[in-house]
T-cell receptor, first 112, second 112 residues
Framework: DQQVKQNSPSLSVQEGRISILNCDYTNSMFDYFLWYKKYPAEGPTFLISISSIKDKNEDGRFTVFLNKSAKHLSLHIVPSQPGDSAVYFCAATRGGADGLTFGKGTHLIIQP | ETGVTQSPTHLIKTRGQQVTLRCSSQSGHNTVSWYQQALGQGPQFIFQYYREEENGRGNFPPRFSGLQFPNYSSELNVNALELDDSALYLC???????????FGSGTRLTVV
């Protein structure tokens, strides 16, 4: 039973345009949601997070939106740059010692 | 400030054998967690240690065990290896039992 789902295995976006990565979850007990970026042969790198009490969080080119009623979150990258090409993982947690529950990832490809 | 380092980077073992993977936490981090990432999947939470005690565990059998040492470094031990244990094993450390996880680059384990 997958509690965090990323339904798009890959996404191709032109450089300079907006990239939108989507994530759905089923467990209403999740309190925090995070996005990680992963390059080949490297560990996941934290990008941005959002608490369940908020609906938006911004950090530079990255914005995460949370829709609790729809159990859906999205990551917006504006403008997209070639270095953004990587696998993006959505993760959720109840906090404490519960660990992170990850989606399967979306491979973002930024085309010149 | 050093990051999270894992050793070895690659390992090949035979089915039925035992393996020990090692992780050095980022300086100042007293919590370490381990994840298994199978090919094409997101990382799956194995367990978490806080101040040398296991305080959280995912859906993994008891043959997956761990240790955390006074210097907050950690080991993951897997007994009676199965072919399905072939995966990338990621270690993550954090300054508490909340968020702020920093991941290492992982150990690629192949079981033949």
């Amino acid at each position: 039973d997958q509690q965090v789902k990323q339904n798009s295995p890959s996404l191709s976006v032109q450089e300079g345009r907006i990239s939108i990565l989507n994530c759905d979850y089923t467990n209403s007990m999740f309190d925090y949601f995070l996005w990680y970026k992963k390059y080949p042969a490297e560990g996941p790198t934290f990008l941005i997070s959002i608490s369940s009490i908020k609906d938006k969080n911004e950090d530079g080119r990255f914005t995460v939106f949370l829709n609790k009623s729809a159990k859906h979150l999205s990551l917006h990258i504006v403008p997209s740059q070639p270095g953004d090409s990587a696998v993006y993982f959505c993760a959720a947690t109840r906090g404490g010692a519960d660990g992170l529950t990850f989606g399967k990832g979306t491979h973002l490809i930024i085309q010149p | 400030e050093t990051g999270v380092t894992q050793s070895p980077t690659h390992l090949i073992k035979t089915r039925g054998q035992q393996v020990t993977l090692r992780c050095s936490s980022q300086s100042g981090h007293n919590t370490v967690s381990w994840y298994q990432q199978a090919l094409g999947q997101g990382p799956q939470f194995i367990f978490q240690y806080y101040r040398e005690e296991e305080n959280g565990r995912g859906n993994f059998p008891p043959r997956f065990s761990g240790l955390q040492f006074p210097n907050y470094s950690s080991e993951l031990n897997v007994n009676a290896l199965e072919l399905d244990d072939s995966a990338l094993y990621l270690c993550a450390s954090s300054p508490g039992t909340g968020l702020g996880y920093t991941f290492g680059s992982g150990t690629r384990l192949t079981v033949v």
